[in-house]
């Protein structure tokens, strides 16, 4: 049913236009369908669409010669063999930023599954062979979505994210202006599209909405205060006074899971309706099958997330088992 009410949708509206917030809940590709191939390539984009998902995710870092590219760190080596082939380009911290290579070089590069500092694999039973991705740019991903949408009559639409805008400020990049120069570019700054971009820093989240200009639908996303992400204050912006601010500028929030259910008592905490109160949407993340708590269960999991804690979407790297659980 959902199925067919996308394909009208997608006829009578054409690619990527959508009505404001959707009544039924979201499913977010995230990293595309990561928990079956590298992250955030083509490929993965590809299987999360056939999969069926509502959004695929984008995460956007920035090339030596100001290109988009759909990467999930600001450093390459934990996802691509930038060391074994360009091994004296790494900065004195021992990391291979991304900002220090042209589009061509990153291009030459394979994309592998995700390793930690140890180069062990970190998720085990996710893809193991010796496929050749590569990375994607942000415009192949939009090219790839839309053909798809056309040919199929679906509607998936983008869900991007700005990695780092502070960062790449001090790199001289503005991150957020080369995004909105894309999307304006794909005719893609519209708050009738199927275009979310969601941002860590609230004060760039306000530069967007405010000095840039921007049309489209913006996402806050929540950290904890401790992991750094940006200055912004995640503790205050949880708080009604921060949620009403937050609903100045942006149509919702992407929490982390933790910050809205507790699955050791089972039990929702006060943030998604604190969220609801002031019109927000909540898109929490990240939804993974095979890194749930001990004690939880698939069916259940879900059962929390969608029923106990009542999120209008999430970021999955399951979108399949998120899509065959809300079918039922
Ligand atoms: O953007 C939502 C979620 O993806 C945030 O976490 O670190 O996977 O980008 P991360
Ligand atoms: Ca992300």
Known sequence: ???????????????????????????????????????????????????????????????????????????????????????????????????????????????????????????????QGKGHFQIATFEEQIELIQQLNRQFAKNTGLYTEIKSPAWHQEQGVDISQLTMNILRKHQLDDPNKAVYIQCFDFLETKRIRNALGAKVKLIQLIAENDWLESTSDYDYLKTPAGLKEISQVAQGIGPWIPQLLDFDQKQATALTKLAHNEGLAVHPYTFRKDALPANISTQEALDLLFKEAQVDGIFTDFTDTVIDYLSH
């Open 1 to 127: 049913m959902k199925f067919i009410k996308s394909i009208i949708l997608g006829i009578i509206m054409g690619a990527f236009s959508v009505n404001a917030l959707q009544a039924s809940p979201i499913v977010i590709a995230h990293r595309g369908a990561s928990g079956y191939l590298p992250e955030h390539t083509l490929e993965s984009a590809t299987l999360a669409y056939a999969q069926g998902a509502d959004y695929i995710e984008q995460d956007l870092v920035a090339t030596r010669d100001s290109q988009l590219i759909v990467l999930h760190d600001i450093h390459l080596d934990t996802v691509t063999n930038v060391e074994e082939k360009f091994p004296t380009r790494k900065r004195e911290d021992g990391r291979y930023y991304a900002i220090d290579f042209t589009l061509a070089e990153i291009k030459s590069l394979r994309v592998f599954e995700r390793k930690d500092s140890e180069g062990n694999q970190v998720f085990k039973n996710r893809y």
